[in-house]
């Protein structure tokens, strides 16, 4: 393998990874609405039919090329269909951030709104809904990794490399989530954001990358400094606690001298 061709492997595989942040993160917070025992196959079915779909896009990158033909002109801006796929999977991203968000914030609702959200806690429909977003982010990922290199191996590695990466951080990535709320709420903030980006995208308003995720760096980075503030308070809270159950159990008058005891190093009288 040239030189080339090695820095085009790596910077793929970097790009593949970074790209997929997104995705775990909804993958995250769409698989643990699921009941314990289905999680992991639905991350897993839902990522293994990702794979399985971007090589398919990746064989059909003939077509794939094609979706950034305009198809038709509104207000003298140019529709491709590049475009109307960014444009439907912000729109359901935001949807879906909202949705999530507002069944958090306002727990009062969740009766009310049982009924329309227990569709999404299905195991199939979950999966599928997995499989949508990948695409929206895969054809973005897949257009650039074409335009770096067209040796189809090397893309193909690339996206299993970023795959297994999301197969072994996922598990422990929703484990975290669940067991911290606030860190959910940021997540579907960044969802919000990655959803409007996508949006202005399919709009013809480009948005560096970089400003996005050094923006949700800086709020991750803000938010393990919380839960690092969060752990140490209850561990002061518990050690508080525990030298009071400790002082609580002692008797009464352990600590006073008995009567008629005589103090260490006291003159005796004669």
Same mark, same amino acid.
């Given at each position: !393998?040239? *030189? ?14 970074? =790209?997929? &942040?997104?995705?775990?993160?909804? &993958? ?10 289905? #999680? ?13 779909? /971007?090589?398919? !896009? ?6 794939? =090329? +094609?979706?950034?033909? @305009? ?7 140019? &529709? ?26 306002? %727990? ?16 199939? @429909?979950?999966?599928?809904? &997995? ?17 770096? +290199? /067209? ?5 193909? +590695? ?66 393990? =400094? ?7 308070? #209850? /561990? ?19 600590? !006073?001298?008995?009567?008629? *005891? +005589?103090?260490?190093?006291? %003159?005796?009288?004669?």
């Amino acid at each position: !393998m040239d *030189a080339e061709l090695a820095v085009a492997l790596f910077a793929l595989i970097g790009m593949e990874v970074v =790209l997929g &942040i997104d995705n775990l993160v909804f &993958i995250a917070i769409l698989s643990n609405r699921l009941p314990e025992h289905q #999680r992991v196959s639905a991350r897993r079915i839902g990522l293994g039919l990702a794979v399985l779909m /971007r090589f398919a !896009m990746l064989a059909g990158t003939t077509w794939l =090329l +094609t979706l950034t033909r @305009p198809l038709f002109t509104v207000a003298g801006m140019e &529709i491709s269909g590049k475009d109307l796929i960014l444009l439907a999977g912000g729109l359901f991203l935001i949807g879906k951030a909202v949705m999530e968000i507002h069944h958090r914030v306002d %727990p009062e609702s969740q009766a009310d709104t049982q009924a329309a959200n227990a569709a999404t806690a299905l195991f199939w @429909p979950s999966v599928f809904q &997995i499989l949508l977003l990948d695409m929206v982010f895969s054809v973005d990922s897949i257009l650039a990794a074409v335009a770096l +290199t /067209r040796e189809f191996w090397v893309i193909a +590695t690339a996206i299993v490399v970023s795959v297994l990466a999301m197969l072994l951080s996922m598990d422990a990535l929703s484990r975290f989530m669940e067991r911290n709320p606030t860190v959910v709420m940021l997540a579907l903030a960044f969802l919000v954001m990655i959803g409007m980006v996508l949006v202005a995208e399919g709009l013809g308003f480009h948005v560096p990358k970089g400003f996005v995720y050094v923006a949700m760096a800086f709020a991750a980075a803000v938010e393990g =400094l919380n839960l690092l503030a969060k752990r140490a308070g #209850r /561990r002061r809270r518990a050690a508080a606690q525990a030298a009071g159950a400790d002082a609580a159990s002692r008797p009464a008058g352990a600590s !006073m001298v008995q009567p008629g *005891a +005589t103090q260490a190093g006291a %003159p005796q009288q004669g």
